[in-house]
């Protein structure tokens, strides 16, 4: 149990795991021939807890690993956080940070344009709102100990309602986005626009927003231009839903897009998503860039306490502009399935495949590696 003079209630109380993982690497040397490689991983005592200081709720978690294998021996892991606060008045506020280091590609999200596993990420978001008033801050960053530099993405935005009424809503809006290479600016944008919301049925909202854009390119400054955003979601979450979904379409950094279905049914979930969006990620990019994805997850929870999962993602870049860039394009693979042998023992087994091409085979060579994997992790209260 953890106290402190300063908390309105008390924390409930903290778990911990510890793990345990062996596995085999595979990497193709050659036409003919792959290396295989052991690899061993150590989960060391891994804590998440949760508490409620002066009526927010906070929650915790962080983890270590020991790793030995192929890529040498090191030390890897990840810690996360949120807090979300109401104040009398209505206006909430929601806050959370990540930060993870990891050893191999296999376990980093943006393999795209991420030469070098053993890199360091972090990620932290703030959003507020009330009936009039609403904003949020986001950023993402990587570092890499083979690449030297440091790449950032930041945006932030916020509206001002004008009107609520039983009909719908309309606001005024701003946004601006920030990506940049050793703190250097690569790229800036502000965004103002006048839009509306409007549910069109009891499943389905609409926002439109029209405005203008201003972008300067280092130190360059394009001109003014139009600029235009359409949404359409089902609200989330709802008692007995089963289907979500949301699509965005932005004509702003040229045409954006993100979309995202997840169906439920039973114990089973179904997720796609797709987006093309110009961002900077990677600690070895160079410049912004169109980032385009697709990723398709299934999860299903079968008899005896036995979970399976599987996803399938593709990936890829391209120039933003004429602006500098190593295109590579990454396909992957994992499929897993865990098991809870005792409340405080479960047991997992996974394979996962990562398939990477560039058009530069120096600055971005193409490979293939898999990993299988099987894990023991003990769970304490």
Known sequence: MMTSGTLASPASPGTWSAAAGWG????????????????????????????????????????????????????????????????????????????????????????????????????????????????????????????????????GGGRAFLEHSGAGALFLGAHVRRMERDRAALLRAGTVALGVQRDVTPGLGVTLGLGGIQERIGPGREAPRPSATLELASPRGGPGRATEFRVRIARELGTEFEAELA??????????????????????????????????????????????????????????RGMPLVQVAAARVGVWVERRVQPWLSGRAGWDLLQRRGTDAEAAPGFRRSRFEIQLRANAR
């Not at 801050?137 to 100990?145: A, D, E, I, K, L």
């Not at 110009?278 to 036995?306: F, H, K, M, N, Y």
């Open 24 to 155: 085999v690497l595979a990497s193709p040397q050659g036409a003919t021939t792959v290396r295989l490689a052991p690899w061993t991983q150590a989960v060391m005592p891994a804590l998440s807890v949760a508490a409620e200081p002066l009526g927010a709720r906070f929650d915790a978690e962080a983890s270590g690993r020991l790793e030995m294998g192929p890529f040498g021996r090191g030390t890897a892991g990840e810690a996360r956080a949120a807090l979300t606060r109401t104040f009398a008045s209505g206006f909430d506020v929601t806050a959370d940070g990540a930060v993870a280091r990891t050893r191999d590609l296999l376990d980093v999200d943006h393999a795209t344009v991420s030469a070098d596993g053993d890199a360091t990420r972090w990620g932290a978001s703030t959003l507020g709102g009330s009936r009039w008033l609403q904003g949020e801050w986001r950023g993402r960053g990587w570092r890499s100990q083979a690449t030297p530099g440091e790449t950032r993405s930041l945006d």
């Open 263 to 320: 169906r439920h049914a039973g114990r089973a979930t179904a997720s796609a998503r797709a987006s093309s969006t110009v961002d900077i990620e990677g600690s070895d990019a160079a410049s912004p860039a169109v980032i385009q994805r697709a990723v398709l997850a299934i999860r299903d929870t079968l008899a005896a306490a036995t979970v399976f999962g599987i996803e399938a993602s593709l990936a890829r870049n391209r120039p933003y």
